[in-house]
Protein backbone atom coordinates (compact mmCIF):
# COMPACT_ATOMS: atom_id res chain seq x y z
CA UNK A 1 0.00 0.00 0.00
CA UNK A 2 1.20 3.50 -0.63
CA UNK A 3 2.40 4.99 2.42
CA UNK A 4 4.73 8.24 1.00
CA UNK A 5 4.72 10.69 -1.17
CA UNK A 6 8.12 12.10 -2.45
CA UNK A 7 8.16 15.62 -4.57
CA UNK A 8 10.64 16.70 -6.44
CA UNK A 9 11.04 20.46 -5.96
CA UNK A 10 12.65 23.03 -9.33
CA UNK A 11 9.89 22.70 -11.71
CA UNK A 12 7.69 19.88 -10.11
CA UNK A 13 6.39 21.84 -7.29
CA UNK A 14 6.29 25.16 -8.63
CA UNK A 15 7.59 26.42 -12.05
CA UNK A 16 10.96 27.90 -10.49
CA UNK A 17 13.81 27.84 -12.91
CA UNK A 18 12.84 31.08 -14.31
CA UNK A 19 13.52 32.73 -11.04
CA UNK A 20 16.45 30.58 -10.99
CA UNK A 21 17.59 31.76 -14.34
CA UNK A 22 16.99 35.34 -13.48
CA UNK A 23 19.61 34.54 -10.53
CA UNK A 24 22.12 33.44 -12.22
CA UNK A 25 22.05 35.97 -14.99
CA UNK A 26 21.90 38.64 -12.04
CA UNK A 27 24.97 37.20 -10.29
CA UNK A 28 26.87 36.96 -13.46
CA UNK A 29 26.24 40.69 -14.20
CA UNK A 30 27.50 41.48 -10.11
CA UNK A 31 30.50 39.55 -11.14
CA UNK A 32 31.47 41.91 -14.37
CA UNK A 33 30.78 38.56 -16.27
CA UNK A 34 29.32 39.18 -20.00
CA UNK A 35 27.57 35.50 -19.55
CA UNK A 36 24.14 35.51 -20.20
CA UNK A 37 21.52 32.44 -20.14
CA UNK A 38 18.64 32.82 -22.31
CA UNK A 39 15.59 30.39 -22.42
CA UNK A 40 17.05 28.08 -25.24
CA UNK A 41 20.26 28.13 -23.79
CA UNK A 42 19.15 27.49 -20.33
CA UNK A 43 16.86 24.48 -21.69
CA UNK A 44 20.09 22.67 -22.26
CA UNK A 45 22.21 23.87 -19.55
CA UNK A 46 19.38 22.38 -17.07
CA UNK A 47 20.37 19.12 -18.60
CA UNK A 48 23.02 19.42 -16.02
CA UNK A 49 21.60 19.30 -12.36
CA UNK A 50 22.34 21.94 -9.67
CA UNK A 51 23.93 25.08 -9.68
CA UNK A 52 27.48 24.71 -8.79
CA UNK A 53 27.74 22.07 -11.24
CA UNK A 54 25.74 23.99 -13.91
CA UNK A 55 28.23 26.79 -14.23
CA UNK A 56 30.92 24.38 -13.83
CA UNK A 57 29.65 22.99 -17.06
CA UNK A 58 28.59 25.95 -18.88
CA UNK A 59 32.62 27.07 -18.01
CA UNK A 60 33.33 23.92 -19.92
CA UNK A 61 31.85 25.54 -23.40
CA UNK A 62 33.96 28.24 -23.24
CA UNK A 63 37.22 29.12 -24.69
CA UNK A 64 39.94 28.44 -22.97
CA UNK A 65 40.78 32.01 -22.07
CA UNK A 66 37.16 32.75 -20.59
CA UNK A 67 37.38 29.75 -18.13
CA UNK A 68 38.65 31.26 -14.94
CA UNK A 69 36.44 30.50 -12.19
CA UNK A 70 38.24 28.21 -9.64
CA UNK A 71 35.81 25.43 -7.92
CA UNK A 72 35.86 27.95 -4.73
CA UNK A 73 34.79 30.90 -6.80
CA UNK A 74 32.14 28.98 -7.82
CA UNK A 75 31.01 28.22 -4.76
CA UNK A 76 30.81 31.66 -3.32
CA UNK A 77 28.90 32.77 -6.47
CA UNK A 78 26.74 30.16 -6.00
CA UNK A 79 26.05 31.55 -2.80
CA UNK A 80 25.32 34.53 -3.79
CA UNK A 81 22.78 33.33 -6.85
CA UNK A 82 21.02 31.57 -3.87
CA UNK A 83 20.59 35.03 -1.87
CA UNK A 84 19.51 36.37 -4.93
CA UNK A 85 16.86 33.68 -5.73
CA UNK A 86 15.59 33.04 -1.96
CA UNK A 87 15.15 37.03 -2.37
CA UNK A 88 12.89 36.36 -5.90
CA UNK A 89 10.65 34.08 -3.73
CA UNK A 90 10.62 36.40 -1.13
CA UNK A 91 8.81 39.15 -2.93
CA UNK A 92 6.29 36.68 -3.49
CA UNK A 93 4.58 35.56 -7.16
CA UNK A 94 5.60 31.95 -7.21
CA UNK A 95 2.51 29.79 -7.52
CA UNK A 96 2.50 25.91 -6.77
CA UNK A 97 1.60 23.81 -10.20
CA UNK A 98 -2.04 23.18 -10.26
CA UNK A 99 -3.46 20.25 -8.29
CA UNK A 100 -0.18 20.57 -5.69
CA UNK A 101 -1.29 22.26 -3.02
CA UNK A 102 -4.68 19.91 -2.82
CA UNK A 103 -2.89 16.55 -3.56
CA UNK A 104 -0.60 17.25 -0.30
CA UNK A 105 -3.19 18.58 1.92
CA UNK A 106 -5.50 15.18 1.09
CA UNK A 107 -2.23 13.36 1.45
CA UNK A 108 -1.57 14.96 4.75
CA UNK A 109 -5.71 14.04 5.60
CA UNK A 110 -4.98 10.43 5.13
CA UNK A 111 -2.49 10.00 7.19
CA UNK A 112 0.11 9.66 4.18
CA UNK A 113 3.83 10.73 4.68
CA UNK A 114 5.50 13.47 2.84
CA UNK A 115 9.59 14.20 1.54
CA UNK A 116 11.26 15.77 -0.68
CA UNK A 117 13.98 14.42 -2.83
CA UNK A 118 15.28 18.00 -4.69
CA UNK A 119 18.73 18.54 -6.34
CA UNK A 120 18.58 22.15 -5.20
CA UNK A 121 19.62 23.55 -1.63
CA UNK A 122 17.82 23.79 1.24
CA UNK A 123 17.63 27.83 1.27
CA UNK A 124 16.25 27.83 -1.78
CA UNK A 125 13.56 24.69 -0.06
CA UNK A 126 12.85 27.05 2.70
CA UNK A 127 12.09 30.14 0.11
CA UNK A 128 9.88 27.93 -1.47
CA UNK A 129 7.31 26.38 1.26
CA UNK A 130 7.35 30.24 2.82
CA UNK A 131 6.31 31.81 -0.31
CA UNK A 132 3.81 29.17 -1.31
CA UNK A 133 2.56 27.64 1.91
CA UNK A 134 3.53 30.85 4.40
CA UNK A 135 5.34 27.43 6.78
CA UNK A 136 8.38 25.72 7.28
CA UNK A 137 9.71 23.07 5.38
CA UNK A 138 9.13 21.26 7.86
CA UNK A 139 5.54 22.22 8.10
CA UNK A 140 5.00 20.63 5.09
CA UNK A 141 7.23 17.62 4.72
CA UNK A 142 8.29 15.15 7.08
CA UNK A 143 11.58 14.73 5.44
CA UNK A 144 13.47 16.58 3.09
CA UNK A 145 16.88 15.51 1.23
CA UNK A 146 18.13 18.29 -0.85
CA UNK A 147 20.79 19.81 -2.50
CA UNK A 148 24.89 19.16 -1.18
CA UNK A 149 23.30 16.02 1.46
CA UNK A 150 24.20 13.50 -1.38
CA UNK A 151 27.60 13.17 -3.73
CA UNK A 152 26.15 12.90 -6.93
CA UNK A 153 23.34 14.99 -7.54
CA UNK A 154 20.07 13.49 -10.44
CA UNK A 155 20.27 11.47 -12.86
CA UNK A 156 22.16 9.42 -9.77
CA UNK A 157 19.72 7.70 -7.60
CA UNK A 158 21.52 8.67 -4.60
CA UNK A 159 18.78 11.81 -3.73
CA UNK A 160 15.84 9.61 -3.59
CA UNK A 161 17.29 6.73 -1.65
CA UNK A 162 18.08 9.24 0.97
CA UNK A 163 14.76 10.52 1.11
CA UNK A 164 13.49 6.39 1.47
CA UNK A 165 15.96 6.03 4.10
CA UNK A 166 14.88 8.96 6.01
CA UNK A 167 11.56 7.62 5.24
CA UNK A 168 12.43 4.39 6.89
CA UNK A 169 10.08 2.40 3.78
CA UNK A 170 10.36 0.76 0.58
CA UNK A 171 10.41 2.40 -2.59
CA UNK A 172 7.11 0.26 -3.54
CA UNK A 173 5.62 1.98 -0.37
CA UNK A 174 6.25 5.06 -2.09
CA UNK A 175 5.39 7.29 -5.63
CA UNK A 176 7.71 9.93 -6.95
CA UNK A 177 6.58 13.14 -8.31
CA UNK A 178 8.81 14.82 -11.04
CA UNK A 179 9.57 17.08 -13.95
CA UNK A 180 12.53 15.91 -15.39
CA UNK A 181 14.50 13.28 -17.48
CA UNK A 182 17.71 13.70 -15.12
CA UNK A 183 14.97 13.20 -11.73
CA UNK A 184 12.94 10.51 -13.64
CA UNK A 185 15.87 8.26 -14.09
CA UNK A 186 16.71 9.03 -10.39
CA UNK A 187 13.28 8.27 -9.13
CA UNK A 188 13.73 4.87 -10.91
CA UNK A 189 17.02 4.36 -10.25
CA UNK A 190 16.11 4.58 -6.84
CA UNK A 191 12.95 1.63 -7.76
CA UNK A 192 10.56 4.11 -7.71
CA UNK A 193 7.40 4.47 -9.48
CA UNK A 194 7.03 8.12 -10.90
CA UNK A 195 4.11 10.49 -12.03
CA UNK A 196 5.84 13.24 -14.20
CA UNK A 197 4.35 16.58 -14.57
CA UNK A 198 6.63 17.86 -17.37
CA UNK A 199 7.59 21.58 -17.03
CA UNK A 200 8.45 24.75 -18.73
CA UNK A 201 11.63 24.09 -19.15
CA UNK A 202 11.18 20.09 -20.03
CA UNK A 203 8.18 19.14 -22.02
CA UNK A 204 10.10 18.33 -25.02
CA UNK A 205 11.76 15.49 -23.36
CA UNK A 206 11.52 11.26 -23.28
CA UNK A 207 9.48 10.40 -20.09
CA UNK A 208 8.41 6.68 -21.56
CA UNK A 209 10.01 4.93 -18.25
CA UNK A 210 7.28 7.23 -15.84
CA UNK A 211 3.75 5.39 -14.65
CA UNK A 212 2.62 7.92 -15.65
CA UNK A 213 2.60 11.67 -17.78
CA UNK A 214 0.21 13.99 -17.28
CA UNK A 215 0.64 17.90 -17.59
CA UNK A 216 -0.44 18.77 -14.45
CA UNK A 217 -1.54 17.01 -11.13
CA UNK A 218 -4.92 18.32 -11.05
CA UNK A 219 -7.73 15.62 -10.51
CA UNK A 220 -5.19 13.08 -9.48
CA UNK A 221 -6.65 11.14 -6.54
CA UNK A 222 -4.61 9.03 -4.02
CA UNK A 223 -6.52 6.14 -5.32
CA UNK A 224 -4.90 6.56 -8.65
CA UNK A 225 -1.51 7.21 -6.88
CA UNK A 226 -2.28 3.93 -4.99
CA UNK A 227 -3.18 1.90 -8.63
CA UNK A 228 0.03 3.53 -10.27
CA UNK A 229 2.16 2.89 -7.32
CA UNK A 230 1.08 -1.10 -7.71
CA UNK A 231 2.00 -1.40 -11.04
CA UNK A 232 4.97 -4.03 -12.25
CA UNK A 233 8.26 -2.32 -12.75
C1 LIG B 1 16.83 21.38 -10.35
C2 LIG B 1 18.18 21.92 -10.50
C3 LIG B 1 18.67 23.01 -9.68
C4 LIG B 1 18.18 24.39 -9.84
C5 LIG B 1 19.11 25.32 -9.09
O1 LIG B 1 16.89 19.98 -10.58
O2 LIG B 1 18.95 21.39 -11.26
O3 LIG B 1 20.02 23.11 -10.00
O4 LIG B 1 18.15 24.73 -11.20
O5 LIG B 1 19.33 24.93 -7.79
P1 LIG B 1 15.77 18.98 -10.03
P2 LIG B 1 20.73 25.24 -7.06
O6 LIG B 1 14.44 19.66 -10.15
O7 LIG B 1 15.89 17.79 -10.94
O8 LIG B 1 16.10 18.60 -8.60
O9 LIG B 1 21.30 26.45 -7.70
O10 LIG B 1 20.38 25.45 -5.61
O11 LIG B 1 21.63 24.04 -7.24
MG1 LIG C 1 12.80 19.27 -11.31
Known amino acids: TLEALIFDVDGTLAETEEAHRAAFNHVFADWGLDWHWSQPRYRELLKTTGGKERIRAWQQTLPEAARHLSDDEIARMHREKTAIYTG ?3 EGGLALRPGVAKLIASAR ?3 LRLAVATTTNMPNVEA ?13 FDVIAAGDEVAAKKPAPD ?15 CIAFEDSLNGLISA ?3 GLAVVV ?5 TDDQDFSGAELVTA ?12 LSASER
Not at 161 to 170: C, F, S, V, W
Not at 216 to 227: K, V
Open 88 to 90: ILA
Open 216 to 227: CLEGLTLGDLER
Open 188 to 190: RGA
Open 159 to 173: VFELALKRLGLPPAA
Open 128 to 140: LTRCCWNAEPHEV
Open 109 to 111: AEG
Open 197 to 201: TPSIF
